[in-house]
């Protein structure tokens, strides 16, 4: 099992959440079945950026993203070094640490 912390995010879990998930699974599904529900407008395809997240502890146990995420990253808003799309982070057994950025290109969240 692969702890996840999420920090707090006004639109998606406001007091932050932690839970157990299963390696081998994509952060977005565990994010999901924990219900935080984060967007993924392309149904976890790599398609669009909507579920991306910053990878704030863990980021070295990823394996690094292909070439087809790398693209569309680019296109992310807020991207930072350690951004990832959570539907192709698959969760290995090291302990994660992400945020989940306040916009996207589908929605934009206020608060």
């Known amino acids: 099992m692969t702890r996840v912390i999420v920090l707090p995010s006004e639109a998606y879990c406001p007091q932050g959440a932690a839970f157990e998930a299963v390696a081998g699974q994509s952060l977005c599904e565990a994010l999901l079945e924990n219900g935080i529900e984060i967007e993924h407008a392309c149904e976890m395809s790599c398609a669009c950026t909507t579920c ?25 808003w807020g ?33």
């Open 52 to 76: 991306h997240v910053i990878v704030r502890e863990g980021f070295g146990s990823l394996t690094a993203a292909d070439e087809c995420e790398e693209d569309m990253l680019d296109k992310a």
């Open 79 to 111: 991207l930072e070094p350690t951004s990832r799309l959570s539907c192709q982070v698959i969760l290995g057994n090291t302990d994660l640490v992400v945020e989940i950025p306040r916009y996207s290109i589908n929605q934009k969240h206020t608060g």
